[in-house]
């Protein structure tokens, strides 16, 4: 399972949060806002056909932020900030994702 896939399962679990990723995806910096099971760029153009991962398996995950639902780019309800990776995997754990 790719990390943007195990994130977008746990999205689908909790469907109250939103993540925010930042990553480099092929040299490039993104940030991917992750909601109820679907990824998109903030940055990038995302793909029309869902299949088409937004965080491919060589994306390197700087940092992830959890949010209260809806998103409001204006004023965003942060939960935690600055999750790495490694600090991430607990949680997909504990929803088994």
């Known amino acids: 399972m790719t990390p943007g896939f195990r994130l977008e ?5 909790r469907p109250e949060l939103v993540l925010l990723v930042k990553a480099v995806i092929n040299g490039q910096e993104d940030e991917v806002l992750i909601f109820r099971g679907f990824s ?4 990038h153009p ?3 056909d869902p299949e088409v991962p937004v965080l491919p ?4 995950i700087e940092t ?9 780019p204006t004023a965003p309800r942060y939960l935690q900030r600055g999750l790495s990776w490694d600090g991430m995997l607990p949680l997909l754990k504990d929803m088994g994702v």
Do not use: F
Not at 9 to 13: A, D, G, P, S, V
Not at 40 to 43: F, I, K, V
């Open 46 to 48: 995302t793909a029309a």
């Open 64 to 72: 992830i932020d959890i949010m209260a639902g809806p998103y409001n």
């Open 57 to 60: 398996e060589a994306a390197e």
């Open 40 to 43: 998109s760029s903030l940055m």
């Open 9 to 13: 399962q746990y999205t689908l679990r």
